[in-house]
């Protein structure tokens, strides 16, 4: 058998009082049952970047800047596919995820994304649609199925625990598709380097 994925699952909310920590472990408890897959958790609080990009090209002059980085760079390199958790602010994402996209370029390159949104009445998946728009551009490949949780804290304890056979068989849908992604472009970037 093939060496599992490596996924990073990106938790894009460092809201006070966020409920994205629950619906993170939720998608890694279903990430930890798959023998294709291992999932490497990052968590924005935990793990914050700078907010202040350098001139684009350059490294950026604050050590400070660097040492942040370090914390998450790696992560997003070594990883085969990403999972994006994100709530809906205002018909779009979180800006501390965004920032964090934009810090990397090449990580992103040839590498499947799948999402889990969550949120009110949209379930998150307006955000998703803008995240997608933003991925193209660094190259990454989306895959089409996404999760969305409306009013997630009535489905998921803020463990990880779930009441909703609907979101486990929307989340296999995702994680199949993601699969399949990853092991054919890890593949082909083996064979070839991704060019961009």
Known sequence: MSTPLRVAVLLGSTRDGRFGPGVANWIRARL???DDMTADLIDLVETPLPTVLPVLGEPPRDPDALTLLSAVSPRLAR???FVIVT???NRSFPAA??????WHNREWHAKPVGFVGYGGFSAGLRAVEQLRLVLAELHAVTVRDAV???APWAQIGADGAASSPGADAAAKAM???LSWWGFALREA???RPYGA
């Open 79 to 81: 990883a085969d596919a």
């Open 32 to 34: 930890d049952r798959r």
């Open 148 to 150: 969305g949780l409306q």
């Open 97 to 102: 995820l965004k920032n964090a996209i934009d």
């Open 87 to 89: 709530p809906e602010y």
């Open 189 to 191: 970037r083996a064979a």
């Open 175 to 177: 994680l199949d598709q």
